[in-house]
């Protein structure tokens, strides 16, 4: 009986071991961010899709990008790249992801944001979101240069 307990205690151990192996953010090359982000001054920004939540949200990061960051926001013939807001949920649970690539499609980075809080239901968080939004992509910029 004492060998059986120990057995499936060993067994435990070992599911646990590797579910919290699963669980762990691995370090990768994905966690370094281009250096070419750094390097972004005037952009364009748009919604992936025009009719969800991502517009709004979209006009917001738009309309406050160049406050925290080095970033103008110009017409899409001007840009060194394209900021593309996707996914936006502005309902109770909101979040919204968004990408940054050059001009050529050239990837440079994804970034995300989920607010969460009780102090949130009833308040209007597109620009909630597009603050986070932009302060997650000041910070990946300061990685960039590698700051």
Same mark, same amino acid.
């Given at each position: 009986? %004492?060998?059986? !307990?120990?057995?499936? =205690? *060993?067994? *435990?151990?070992?599911?646990?071991?590797?579910?919290?192996?699963?669980?762990?953010?691995?370090?990768?090359? =994905?966690?370094?961010?281009?250096?070419?982000?750094?390097?972004?001054? %005037?952009?364009? *920004?748009? /919604?992936?899709?025009?009719?969800?939540?991502?517009?709004?949200? &979209?006009?917001?990061?738009?309309?406050?990008?160049?406050?925290?960051?080095?970033?103008?926001?110009?017409?899409?013939?001007?840009?060194?790249?394209?900021?593309? *807001?996707?996914? =936006?949920?502005? $309902?109770?649970?909101? !979040? /919204?992801?968004?990408?940054? =690539?050059?001009?050529?499609?050239?990837?440079?980075?994804?970034?995300?944001? %989920?607010?969460? $809080?009780?102090?949130?239901? $009833?308040?209007?968080?597109?620009?909630?979101? &597009?603050?986070?939004?932009?302060?997650?992509?000041?910070?990946?910029? !300061? %990685? /960039?240069?590698?700051?």
């Amino acid at each position: 009986m %004492k060998t059986m !307990k120990l057995q499936m =205690a *060993v067994v *435990v151990c070992l599911v646990l071991i590797a579910i919290l192996s699963l669980s762990a953010e691995p370090v990768s090359a =994905a966690d370094v961010v281009d250096p070419r982000l750094a390097t972004i001054t %005037k952009a364009y *920004v748009t /919604a992936a899709d025009p009719l969800s939540d991502d517009q709004p949200v &979209a006009a917001c990061v738009a309309e406050r990008l160049s406050t925290n960051t080095p970033i103008v926001v110009v017409p899409q013939s001007e840009a060194d790249a394209v900021i593309t *807001v996707i996914r =936006a949920s502005i $309902g109770k649970h909101p !979040k /919204a992801t968004y990408t940054v =690539a050059l001009t050529d499609g050239t990837m440079l980075w994804q970034g995300g944001s %989920k607010t969460r $809080g009780f102090n949130l239901v $009833g308040r209007n968080m597109t620009c909630v979101i &597009a603050d986070d939004l932009i302060g997650n992509l000041r910070n990946a910029m !300061k %990685k /960039a240069r590698g700051k």
